[in-house]
């Protein structure tokens, strides 16, 4: 009986791949219920469910729009916080898995499983609270916030409750002299060959990719800088399609070389509690993004690091983003060097 429940489940996703609209790959990562497996493993989960345990005494009789919901385990809690009906609306194909959970438990009168893209969806009714686990890697990668932000205009009524509320992203300034020393030892003993004149070509191509990885703490040199703080109940759409060029000055806590500058977020879940992803809190999912610099450089202690970035979306495929990077000038906006990366699927 077990075999035959998994078969109907991997059936109905096939079944929804099949219609899923084909112009956007984004929606197609998210079919695969490994990538929920290690969402769900998360201590953002934990966090998620533990602001909705919070918020319980604003969810009581509330009607509730969940973006994204995956495999539901937020629109679930919703319920069991008390709300009365709870709105779920997916793209991707795992909304079968979702809905299969649902009816195993009993609650499809409670959760209401809507498969579509959230700006083609009708809702029945106008909703008091829109939960959504929205962010990507350095807070706005993969563009789902805009999707969340229209689901606002268009369904939560007025003095109506978002969930997180508020977000920022930061960037921390960086050390990595064991990892530049240990690339730079290859290349001069590569099977007993010294490639050392390849160093500078692969510092380059290193810089020119952010890289999505763990940040070890003790090698932030400086407090991080703020970038964007968003008030989610009223922030435009145009606001989170791109961040305008923001200068930025911290003083060094310490003598250093800076190989890389390490961009992390936080969200405020409910009033006062936060997430964040920074390298001195507990990992998460989406790590930290590492923007190596083509040209380190070194700084003395209570030296101020001057910088400035922006961002937008990328013109080919909005989920992904452009970024320049201005780094190592004397003074507050005026960088020595400047990088132009790219925040994509290949990072």
Same mark, same amino acid.
């Given at each position: ?49 533990? !602001? ?114 508020? !977000? ?180």
């Amino acid at each position: 009986m077990a075999k035959r429940k998994v078969d109907a489940v991997s059936e109905a996703v096939d079944d929804v791949s099949e219609t899923e609209p084909r112009g956007d790959g984004y929606f197609e990562s998210y079919a695969n219920l490994g990538i929920h497996e290690e969402m769900l493993r998360c201590r953002r989960t934990d966090a998620y469910l533990d !602001a909705i345990q919070r918020s319980a005494p604003l969810l009581a009789g509330k009607a509730v729009l969940d973006v994204g919901y995956g495999t539901g385990v937020l629109a679930i809690a919703c319920v069991r916080a008390g709300a009365r009906i709870v709105y779920a609306v997916e793209a991707s194909a795992v909304s079968a898995c979702a809905r299969a959970v649902v009816q195993k438990l009993g609650l499809e009168q409670s959760v209401i499983v809507m498969e579509g893209r959230m700006e083609d969806v009708e809702l029945p009714e106008q909703v008091d609270v829109i939960v959504s686990e929205w962010m990507g890697c350095f807070m706005l990668y993969e563009s789902m916030l805009d999707s969340v932000l229209r689901a606002r205009d268009r369904w939560l009524v007025a003095g109506g409750c978002m969930l997180p509320r508020r !977000a920022r992203m930061w960037l921390s300034p960086y050390r990595d002299e064991e990892e530049a020393a240990e690339r730079a030892a290859f290349w001069r003993d590569v099977h007993g060959i010294d490639m050392s004149c390849l160093a500078p070509i692969a510092q380059a191509e290193l810089a020119r990719k952010p890289q999505i990885e763990f940040a070890l703490p003790q090698n932030v040199i400086a407090d991080a800088a703020l970038l964007l703080d968003l008030d989610l109940t009223r922030c435009k759409v145009e606001d989170v399609q791109s961040v305008p060029r923001t200068q930025f000055c911290v003083p060094s806590h310490v003598r250093a070389e800076v190989h890389a500058f390490v961009g992390h977020f936080d969200v405020e879940l409910t009033e006062g509690f936060w997430l964040s992803t920074s390298p001195a809190d507990e990992p998460t999912h989406w790590r930290q993004v590492i923007f190596y610099l083509d040209h380190p450089y070194h700084v003395t202690q209570d030296e101020a690091i001057h910088g400035a970035m922006s961002l937008k979306q990328a013109a080919d495929n909005p989920r992904c983003w452009d970024i320049t990077l201005e780094y190592g000038g004397d003074v507050v906006g005026a960088g020595k060097h400047t990088q132009r990366l790219t925040l994509d699927v290949s990072c």
